[in-house]
């Protein structure tokens, strides 16, 4: 039945079909705003017996599911809680509990876990055992909560009257070896032996294991020296370790030396022993040889490395003929030697069978890993991979994320396409329907990978992404923190609509909230407050407004820079909003815990000019001039923000307090150095208020030279005009005098006499003016009015 449907699969994927998959309905987060309407029927689903519970528990856990053990458990918790009747609790033997807990624990589903740590003792009148509190450090560390594990071992004394042993300790270690922390790894045998308990042969397996892999030759070699000092004996596994790792770090004297010592002291038949050499042949009576299988496979890895593949085969197969067992690792282990010779799908599967008669053993799915991905990444086409993926689905072979991902990558980058992104999701499917185990599901790998694919331009598929999220939560798969803002940003950039956009974010968020901080809150803002920059539409206040409180209960309140992008937004947009500008006025003014800055007060200043509130952007200045003490006060952008408020300020008193601004930056009352644009706002100031003379006069006399009666900070030498000074000049010369077209022409002539290198940056329409009137009209005319 499975190649049947192996098949099937495999002719859809040859036909390229859209996607097929409707997407679940994601149930969204409550929202007061939401468009939705809400149903006022409602359909009471019948609840679930004690013994329908407690059945349904125990096959999850039998089938590897933990996400439905986190779904299950809540609802059984209550009807086991102590207040029920002790007729209607469920019974559930403390040696089921132990197995739902280990379950979790292995899946890092740390939130389950401790839920059914914290019942034990509820359900069972004693606390919990040194036992379960290793499952709880299992689900700490498969989580990422190593500093918290390190602290609930060091205090299971203290809380809990269990004295840890190296096995809780060995837990905790195991978590920093998978993280390759190898100063973590360090402290915890530190911390260890300061508690009282002495470092055992796991312990120290675990750690050379992690130096190793960390290629930390020195400290492994230390750490074996110490062990046979402290009178714990290296053992089998020990030199196994070391083999690998010093194969893996290219150590091959040293691997020599272990490999000889593995040889004599493995238990390898004598025709075996002596270095590989034996002739003796194994007969059919005698009882199979007692060798560990790592043990062999890190011999048959030896030979693959040193004396190359076909020296590794020979190995294996007189391993094989003097009774010495042989696994999956071992044609693992040979498969990753051959299989830089395939070019193709039939070339992998011949090597495989030729690997399974040689060992006498059956290849599993890291086998058909290692072909697909060298297929997939090699360069060679991709249906080659494609076809050795369902040659292996054929032989009842468990995909998991580690042979799909290869595939993913091929078919969807660089760029994806609507044809190869439908490919990706027969694939996705099958994985989700081919996993019985948790441990084959999709990771966060394969999640990102799709979900980068549909928020791609040329592919945009916003319902799928959704559905996928959908699948992430259901399954209690997590993003990279550092990856969560990107793909909410993709997400919503990929959206129709606004609502759909939040929505986007919304199902994202709620897959790990803590995943945000501060900095991603203000990206995804931005992109949000951006999607219709190119119509100029507002982003909904509602939305916005959620966006905020988010940030609020997620502990990364909204910040200077927060503010600024919104009121930036809001004034900026084709129909700039006043009322929403002093909605977040208010929210600044009401956080008693916000500590407003300078670029906030100019954002907010700015924010008021751009929409005409000319009295409110004054009333922000005036608040920043009673500070100027204090940590909030005027610098350079506060007072070009104030002089161009001024200059578009139609009334006598913006001219005036403009004309006081600038006889203060002279007097140096007002210390702040007038840069470039502090200038260039001052003559435009100038030619909004209709004194062009004196405009022309800062440009032509004052710029790019000293002051003649400034003191202080207005001492400085003004900045020198550019090709944008006097492109406005021009501007303004032909739109605010009354002989436009004239004065224009004298200014350009001026321009061209006393600015030349400038001149000669100035566009052709504008030069023309600088040339006598009737050599323009044999030229043809220039159009002064554009």
Not at 741 to 754: C, M, N
Request: aromatic share 6%; with cysteine.
């Amino acid at each position: 039945m499975r190649r049947a449907a192996a098949t099937a699969v495999r002719t859809a994927l040859s036909a390229r079909p859209p996607a097929t998959r409707t997407a679940p309905v994601a149930v969204p987060l409550p929202r007061q705003f939401s468009s939705s309407s809400t149903s006022h029927f409602f359909f009471r689903r019948p609840q679930k017996t004690r013994s329908q519970l407690r059945q349904e528990l125990l096959d999850a856990a039998a089938r590897g599911q933990p996400e439905v053990v986190g779904k299950l458990y809540p609802q059984f918790a209550q009807l086991a809680h102590p207040s029920t009747d002790s007729s209607e609790r469920p019974r559930l033997w403390r040696k089921e509990a132990q197995a739902l807990l280990r379950l979790v624990a292995q899946a890092g589903h740390f939130g389950t876990a401790l839920r059914i740590f914290n019942d034990l003792e509820a359900l069972y009148d004693s606390p919990p055992q040194l036992a379960e509190h290793q499952l709880l450090l299992l689900a700490m560390v498969n989580s990422n909560r190593h500093s918290k594990a390190v602290e609930w071992v060091e205090s299971l004394e203290s809380s809990y009257g269990l004295r840890p042993e190296p096995s809780e300790w060995n837990v905790v270690l195991q978590g920093f070896r998978q993280q390759g922390d190898v100063e973590g790894m360090l402290d915890v045998v530190r911390r260890m032996r300061s508690s009282g308990a002495s470092p055992d042969l796991v312990t120290y397996n675990t750690l050379i294991a992690g130096l190793l892999a960390a290629r930390r030759l020195d400290l492994a070699r230390a750490s074996v020296q110490e062990m046979e000092a402290e009178g714990v004996q290296p053992d089998l596994m020990t030199s196994t370790t070391l083999l690998v790792g010093f194969l893996d770090a290219g150590e091959l004297a040293s691997a020599r030396e272990v490999h000889d010592r593995l040889l004599e002291t493995a238990g390898l038949p004598n025709r075996l022993s002596s270095k590989g050499k034996g002739k003796e042949s194994y007969r059919e009576d005698q009882p199979p040889a007692e060798v560990d299988v790592p043990v062999v496979n890190a011999l048959v890895r030896y030979e693959t490395v040193v004396n190359g593949l076909d020296a590794a085969l020979s190995f294996a197969e007189r391993c094989r003929d003097n009774g010495v067992p042989l696994d999956g690792y071992t044609i693992n282990t040979l498969v990753k030697a051959g299989v830089r010779e395939i070019r193709s799908a039939d070339g992998g599967a011949r090597l495989v069978e030729r690997l399974e008669d040689i060992t006498g053993a059956q290849s599993d799915r890291r086998t058909w890993s290692v072909l697909v991905s060298h297929l997939a990444r090699g360069g060679s086409d991709v249906d080659e991979a494609l076809k050795l993926y369902y040659m292996a689905r054929d032989r009842f072979v468990e995909p998991d994320s580690a042979m799909v991902q290869p595939l993913l990558d091929a078919l969807l980058k660089p760029a994806p396409s609507a044809e190869t992104l439908a490919q990706a999701k027969v694939l996705y499917e099958d994985l989700v329907s081919g996993a019985c185990s948790y441990r084959n599901k999709p990771d966060s790998s394969i999640f990102a990978t799709l979900l980068r694919a549909c928020a791609h331009q040329d592919c945009t598929d916003l319902d799928w992404s959704l559905s996928l999220v959908q699948d992430m939560r259901d399954r209690s798969v997590r993003l990279d923190p550092l990856s969560v803002g990107w793909h909410i940003v993709a997400m919503m950039r990929a959206a129709p609509s606004f609502e759909d956009a939040f929505k986007a974010y919304d199902e994202m968020r709620a897959l790990d909230p803590s995943a945000l901080d501060a900095k991603a809150y203000n990206t995804i803002l931005h992109a949000f407050t951006t999607l219709r920059a190119d119509t100029g539409d507002a982003a909904p206040s509602a939305y916005i407004n959620e966006f905020l409180s988010d940030m609020i209960r997620s502990g990364h309140p909204p910040e200077s820079a927060t503010y600024s992008l919104l009121l930036q937004h809001y004034s900026r947009i084709a129909e700039p909003s006043l009322e929403m500008i002093k909605q977040l006025h208010s929210r600044i003014k009401l956080d008693a815990s916000f500590d407003p800055d300078t670029p906030l007060f100019n954002s907010l200043m700015d924010a008021y000019s751009r929409v005409g509130a000319f009295d409110r952007a004054y009333g922000v200045w005036d608040s920043m001039l009673l500070n100027l003490s204090g940590r909030i006060k005027p610098d350079q952008i506060s007072v070009s923000i104030l002089l161009d408020t001024c200059g578009r300020d139609g009334y006598m008193g913006g001219r005036q307090r403009g004309m006081r601004l600038w006889q203060d930056l002279e007097r140096g009352t007002l210390p702040v150095v007038r840069n470039y644009k502090i200038w260039e706002s001052w003559v435009e100031a100038l030619c909004r208020w209709g004194m062009f003379n004196e405009a022309e006069k800062v440009v032509f006399e004052e710029m790019g030279r000293p002051p003649a009666n400034a003191v202080g900070t207005g001492a400085q030498v003004a900045p020198k005009p550019t090709i944008a000074t006097v492109e406005m000049l021009l501007k303004f010369a032909r739109w605010t005098t009354r002989d436009g077209e004239e004065r224009a022409r004298v200014t350009a002539g001026r321009i061209k006499a006393e600015l030349p290198e400038l001149w000669e940056q100035l566009p052709a329409s504008a030069k023309s003016l600088g040339r006598p009137q009737e050599q323009q009209v044999e030229g043809g005319g220039a159009d002064v009015s554009s």
